[in-house]
């Protein structure tokens, strides 16, 4: 158990439609970073909330969006969803930055499926 | 481009037998290496680190090389387990971008 829960853990969704993922962070930690795992693959990196501010983003497009909160969760918003948007999406959460001080620790995931 | 790659898909052990799964990483800036071990429907976990100024580093049944003149990562586990039947990914932070860049992966299958 790493602390960072995520919800809803899998949901089913078609092209066009938009999806909110969340997570709580572990308790003291202020940065969360939001990875896409699509099967077979390792997690690609979306973007990263440090202290509510977006600090850094993938290559992703403007329709992946996200939210961090006082508390340090975080929202990951996806909108006009592909099918190629069938997914893992990792939350991870690390004290400051992640490579620097401190390994990121991941929740369960949301597994997404596009039809 | 930046990348992170594994040299084999999968790596099949018999219990009791030492490990080694390798890793190459090709942004030179990167100075933060890390091991995660991801089990069937779960989130990677953290395994070892190790920082640019260090070539080895020892956890408990696993050792993490590195080395940065060819850019080559390597983990060692030590008496092979079923329970670390996993995929195991390498990553590396590009050089304190904020981020970590993860390989493909290794499956690894301990045989009994």
């Known amino acids: 158990e790493t602390g960072v829960t995520q919800s809803p853990t899998h949901l089913i969704k078609t092209r066009g439609q938009q999806v909110t993922l969340r997570c709580s962070s572990q308790?003291?930690?202020?940065?969360v970073s939001w990875y896409q795992q699509a099967l077979g693959q390792g997690p690609q990196f979306i973007f990263q909330?440090?202290?509510?501010?977006?600090?850094g983003r993938g290559n992703f497009p403007p329709r992946f969006s996200g939210l961090q909160f006082p508390n340090y969760s975080s929202e990951l918003n996806v909108n006009a969803l592909e099918l190629d948007d069938s997914a893992l999406y990792l939350c991870?959460?690390?004290?400051?930055?992640?490579?620097?001080?401190?390994?990121?620790?991941f929740g369960e995931g949301s597994r997404l499926t596009v039809l | 481009g930046e990348s992170v790659g594994l040299h084999l898909p999968t790596l099949s052990v018999q219990e009791g037998d030492n490990s080694i799964i390798n890793c190459a990483y090709s942004?030179?800036?990167?100075?933060?290496f890390i091991w995660y071990k991801q089990e069937s429907g779960k989130g990677p976990q953290f395994i070892i680190d190790i920082r640019s100024n260090m070539d080895k580093r020892q956890g408990q049944r696993v050792t993490v090389l590195l080395n940065k003149t060819v850019k080559h990562l390597s983990l060692q586990i030590a008496a092979t387990q079923p329970g670390d039947s996993a995929v195991y990914f390498c990553?590396?932070?590009?050089?304190?971008?904020?981020?970590?860049?993860f390989g493909q992966g290794t499956t690894l299958q301990v045989k009994p």
């Open positions: 942004n030179s800036a990167s100075d933060y």
């Open positions: 991870a959460s690390s004290l400051d930055l992640a490579g620097v001080g401190g390994e990121l620790f």
């Open positions: 308790s003291g930690h202020n940065t």
């Open positions: 990553a590396e932070n590009g050089g304190n971008t904020g981020k970590l860049i």
């Open positions: 909330y440090y202290r509510e501010e977006e600090n």
